[in-house]
């Protein structure tokens, strides 16, 4: 049973450079959510995706944008890219088949280290 | 606004019991999860206390009190590998419901 799987697992780049990271949920699974985690920070949530559709958004401007795939699958696009957006960024996955409310926990990848040189 | 505070760092021995809380500010939510990161890994989902009381799973045991804004994560019998960071997260009740995770208490495994 695979679990949630990240691509790539390092990446660096440069300010004003555009990035994709890549996530596949856990088997299952149907929701997928996307967090950035600065260091010695608990992460904090970018978007949802559920039914191939962005659910909810947390408080990071457009540049951060994604897309959810028939399979479930997920990519995070980041634009323009700054110093400050360097981070670990989590992909997690749970099932959402119970509506917004839905308590699942959620089950992370062990996320994309981006640097931004 | 919406926060969850916990301690940034607590230290025990290995054996020993520690418990480590995470109050909160929110008007209401569904419920408290507790996750584990060790370094340069993923977190991992422990426990999740929809309602007040205890919830034990093993060694570790999840508390919540929803009249005092205030839960807590107890590990018992501490093993060196429990060296991690744990973090406490709420989803708020109400039209702004995204996930908000505390900052992460650091637990030190003393031998």
Redesign the interface.
């Known amino acids: 049973d695979a679990g ?1 799987t990240q691509s790539p697992t390092h990446l660096i780049k440069t300010r004003g450079q555009q990035v994709t990271l890549r996530c596949s949920p856990k088997s299952g699974h149907d929701t997928v ?1 996307w ?1 950035q985690q600065a260091l ?6 970018i978007f ?1 995706y559920y039914e191939e559709e962005e659910r ?3 408080n990071f401007p457009d540049r951060f944008s994604g897309h959810q795939f028939p399979n479930y699958s997920s990519e995070l696009n980041v634009n323009a890219l700054l110093l400050g957006d360097s981070a670990l960024y ?1 992909c ?1 996955s749970s099932l959402g088949g119970t509506g ?2 839905s ?1 699942q ?7 994309t280290r981006l640097s931004i040189l | 606004g919406q926060s ?1 505070e916990q301690p940034s760092e607590v230290t025990a021995v290995e054996g020993a019991i520690v418990q480590i809380n995470c109050t909160y500010q929110t008007s209401g939510f ?2 408290l ?1 507790w ?1 584990q990161q060790h370094d340069g ?5 422990l426990s ?1 206390n ?1 309602l007040d009381g205890l919830e034990e799973t093993g060694r570790f045991s999840s508390f919540l009190s929803r009249s005092d804004s205030y839960g807590y994560l107890l590990l018992q019998e501490l093993q060196m590998k429990d060296s991690a960071s744990y ?1 406490c ?1 709420v ?1 708020p ?1 109400n039209r702004d ?8 208490t650091r637990l030190h495994i003393l031998p």
Do not use: E, M, W
């Open positions: 949630v959510s967090y010695g920070q608990g992460p904090q949530f949802q909810q958004r947390g989590l997690a917004q409310y308590n926990p959620q089950h992370f990848g062990d996320g | 969850l569904y419920g999860s996750y890994g993923a977190p991992t989902f999740y929809a973090f997260a989803r009740a419901d995204k996930i908000i995770f505390g900052k992460g």
